[in-house]
C-alpha cells in the first residue's frame, strides 16, 4: 500500500497528466448557484471556492477578470481587497490578456472548466468545508457538501469520457486508503 504522500503524488500526477481535459459541471453548478444565491441573501461572503468554480461558467471580462485574476493569484475576494503593488499586478495580467489575439482569445478568457482546475477547486472546498464558521447556517452548509459531491462526480464524469477513469479511481482509492491506514495507526 503506498503512503499518503505517495498516494496524494500520484493522484496530482495523474490530474496534471490529464490537465485540460473537459469538465461538463452538470452536477456541480446548480449546488454552486445554491451557494451564492443563499449567501447573498443572508449577505455573507461567497466561499470563495465557489467564486473561483463560477469565474470558469462565464467568460469574464473587466472587473469580472480583475477579480478572477485576483481570487486564482492571491486567494482573495476581489481585486480591491488586494494591496496597491499586488492590484498593478494583476493590471499588469489583465493588460497583458487583453492583448492576446482577438479572434482566439486567451484560454484563460474562455468560459469552462478543465480537469485539473476542477481537482484544485474540489480540494479547496474541502478545506472550506472544514474551517466554515459556525455563523453560516446549516443550508449554506448542506449545499456545500452537495457541491463537493457534485464535482466529484463532474471529475469522474470527464476521467470517463477522456478514457482514464480507471486510472484516476485506482489513485482516489490509494490515497483513501493510506488515509484511512494512518488513522488506525
Request: charged share 25%; aromatic share 6%.
Given at each position: 500500500?503506498?503512503?499518503q ?6 493522484l ?16 456541480s ?21 465557489v ?37 498593478r ?10 492583448w492576446h489575439n ?12 478543465t ?10 472546498t474541502?478545506?472550506?468545508i ?5 455563523d ?8 456545500l457538501?452537495?457541491f ?5 462526480k ?13 486510472q ?16 488506525r495507526?
Open positions: 500500500m503506498a503512503t504522500g505517495s498516494a496524494l503524488a500520484q496530482e500526477a495523474t490530474t496534471m497528466e490529464h490537465y485540460n481535459a473537459p469538465v461538463n459541471p452538470a452536477h453548478l446548480p449546488a454552486a448557484e445554491r451557494v451564492v444565491s443563499r449567501v447573498r441573501i443572508i449577505r455573507k461572503p461567497v466561499p470563495l471556492p467564486q473561483r468554480f463560477m469565474d470558469r461558467m462565464s467568460a469574464p471580462k473587466g472587473q469580472r477578470l480583475r477579480d478572477k485574476l485576483a481570487r486564482d493569484l492571491h486567494s482573495v475576494p476581489d481585486y480591491t481587497s488586494l494591496p496597491q503593488d499586488k492590484q499586478g494583476v493590471d499588469e495580467l489583465h493588460d497583458a490578456l487583453a482577438p479572434a482566439t482569445g486567451h484560454p484563460y478568457l474562455k468560459a469552462g472548466l480537469f485539473a482546475e476542477g481537482r484544485h477547486i474540489l480540494v479547496q474541502y478545506k472550506e472544514g474551517s466554515i464558521r459556525a453560516y447556517p446549516q443550508d449554506v452548509r448542506h449545499a457538501n452537495d463537493v459531491t457534485g464535482l466529484q463532474d471529475l469522474d464524469d470527464a476521467a470517463k469520457r477522456a478514457g482514464f477513469y480507471d484516476y479511481s485506482r489513485t482516489q482509492a490509494d490515497l483513501r486508503d493510506s488515509i484511512m491506514k494512518g488513522m495507526a
